[in-house]
C-alpha cells in the first residue's frame, strides 16, 4: 500500500509539473465557438488559470484537486474544488475529470452525495470517457482502474 502510495505521488507530482510548463506557454482559456457566458474578462485570474489548466485533462484521464492545485501554483485543493464547483464553462472546461487525491470521486457541482444526482452526472460523464469507479470496503466510489489517471499530457 506504501509503495502504490509513492506511485501516485510520483506521477501526480510529474503530471502537475508538466501542467505548469504548458500551462506557462498558453495560458489562455479556450471556450471555442460562441460567446462565453460568463465573460472571462469578469472571473478572477486564479479561477482563469485553474481552467486552463483543467482544460489540458485529455478525455478518458483524471488527476486530483491536489495535483491541479500544484499546476496552477496554489497550496489548496479546497480551492480548486470551489473554483470548479461554480465553473460557469462546463463542459468545455471539464471538471468532471478531477477527482479526490484518495482516488475517490469526490463532489460535482457543489453535491458531495455520491448517491445523489450531481454525483451520479459526474460518474455518467466519466464512464462515458472510459474512466469507472467501484465501490469500496468503506462504500466510497474510487477509482477502478489506476492506468485511468493523468501521467502526462
Do not use: W
Not at 482516488?103 to 466519466?126: Q, Y
Request: proline share 7%; net charge positive.
Amino acid at each position: 500500500l506504501r509503495a502504490l502510495h509513492f506511485l501516485l505521488s510520483f506521477f501526480f507530482f510529474i503530471s502537475s509539473k508538466h501542467i505548469t510548463m504548458k500551462l506557462e506557454s498558453s495560458p489562455s482559456l479556450d471556450l471555442g465557438e460562441g460567446p462565453p457566458t460568463p465573460c472571462p474578462s469578469t472571473l478572477s485570474d486564479f479561477r482563469l488559470r485553474v481552467y486552463a489548466a483543467c482544460q489540458q485533462i485529455p478525455a478518458g484521464r483524471v488527476t486530483t484537486y491536489a495535483a491541479l492545485a500544484t499546476a496552477v501554483g496554489c497550496k489548496s485543493s479546497r480551492a480548486i474544488g470551489n473554483a470548479l464547483r461554480h465553473n460557469p464553462y462546463a463542459p468545455r472546461v471539464p471538471c468532471h475529470r478531477v477527482i479526490r487525491t484518495d482516488l475517490s470521486i469526490g463532489g460535482f457541482s457543489g453535491s458531495k452525495d455520491p448517491k445523489g444526482t450531481l454525483v451520479k452526472r459526474k460518474r455518467a460523464l466519466l464512464a462515458e470517457e472510459g474512466v469507472f469507479f467501484k465501490t469500496n470496503a468503506k462504500g466510497r466510489l474510487v477509482l477502478a482502474h489506476s492506468h485511468s489517471l493523468l501521467v502526462s499530457l
